[in-house]
């Protein structure tokens, strides 16, 4: 393959769809997507400066069909986002919690990243008690940010949103693709940089890093003797055609990665690799790579912060095969050999 941009960012979308108004009139607002973050900062100051902090005091989950205080205060709150449009502010009965109004609670979850369920729940709540200055502040640092990283989105160009858990595939600025992916836990977060793929390693094996054996793998297997066996791991020295598997059964976890013999774990291709069926090989000075999974069942999460750094990719046969196809590499199909 040629060159292919990555870039991976830390942007917060919260802010991208939010609705506009002229004034904070409960009657005079109006549908409109910001297509620009610096509209939307000049609506948070004036929302800001035109209206007082609400704040939704814990309480039962309310959903369709409940009846509550909270939900005409709800209703108001996501008419002035932008999300309750085109519906009657005051319905006949405001405390009653119709569909109209799951709707306007589900788009407002989906652009923070929280649960999409239609319910007034703990998540949510804190959300909506997120202060305006804060959302201020975040809108000036993603403008600074999209100045940095959005030119060399130029070509064909992979783009990675952190808290955001979604790859976009571009070219020439154009977005062909979006993809779920899973990221870097908070205590192992996926740093922000950008750099090349140049080339896709199907069926891979994995070399496990010192860092990942040491906190992740030695204390479990010390605890218990058939855990390399129940994750696929060996226990190896030397690489390539020279790479030998050695008994666990006679090595001291103390001496893993260390020394003449230098013995590590290893993970051999197939279905159960925990990189999946593709590797996106890339040369950052983070040993950062996007890569296919097993555990596939960790997409449906809404929160997808589960992964020692790397970015593992729903689909990800399906992005090779485009890329195949659009870097004119050769047929999708030798993917399927």
């Not at 309750?84 to 306007?104: G, I, M, V």
């Not at 990243?113 to 502040?137: E, M, T």
Request: charged letters at 25%; proline letters at 6%; one cysteine or more.
């Amino acid at each position: 393959m040629v060159s292919l941009r990555l870039v991976i960012v830390y942007f917060l979308f919260f802010s991208v769809s939010l609705a506009a108004s002229a004034s904070i009139a409960p009657n005079s607002f109006r549908q409109q997507t910001f297509t620009d973050l610096s509209q939307a900062l000049s609506y948070y100051r004036h929302y800001l400066s035109h209206r007082s902090a609400a704040y939704f005091k814990d309480a039962r989950l309310l959903r369709v069909g409940d009846r509550h205080p909270q939900i005409a205060k709800l209703r108001y709150q996501l008419r002035v986002l932008g999300d309750y449009s085109r519906q009657p502010l005051h319905p006949a009965d405001s405390d009653y919690f119709d569909p109209a109004l799951a709707r306007a609670l589900q788009r407002f979850q989906y652009r923070h990243g929280a649960k999409v369920d239609g319910i007034l729940g703990p998540h949510s709540r804190r959300h909506l008690n997120s202060p305006s200055w804060l959302r201020i502040d975040q809108l000036r640092v993603n403008i600074h940010r999209q100045m940095i990283y959005e030119p060399v989105l130029d070509g064909l160009a992979i783009r990675v949103n952190i808290p955001e858990f979604r790859l976009h595939l571009y070219q020439n600025q154009q977005k062909l693709m979006e993809l779920n992916t899973i990221v870097g836990r908070k205590k192992r977060m996926t740093p922000v940089f950008n750099t090349s793929i140049q080339a896709l390693v199907v069926n891979p094996s994995w070399t496990v890093p010192k860092s990942i054996a040491y906190k992740d793998i030695i204390p479990e297997w010390r605890s218990n003797p058939d855990y390399l066996s129940r994750v696929n791991l060996q226990v190896v020295h030397g690489y390539g055609e020279r790479r030998q598997s050695v008994s666990p059964d006679g090595v001291d976890p103390d001496t893993m990665y260390l020394g003449d013999n230098y013995r590590y774990f290893w993970e051999p291709p197939g279905e159960r690799n925990t990189l999946g069926r593709v590797k996106f090989m890339s040369r950052s000075r983070y040993a950062i790579y996007l890569h296919d999974t097993s555990a596939k069942r960790l997409f449906s999460e809404p929160k997808r912060a589960f992964s020692s750094g790397c970015i593992r990719v729903e689909n990800a046969l399906g992005l090779a095969r485009l890329l195949l196809e659009l870097d004119r590499s050769g047929p999708a199909e030798q993917l399927d050999d």
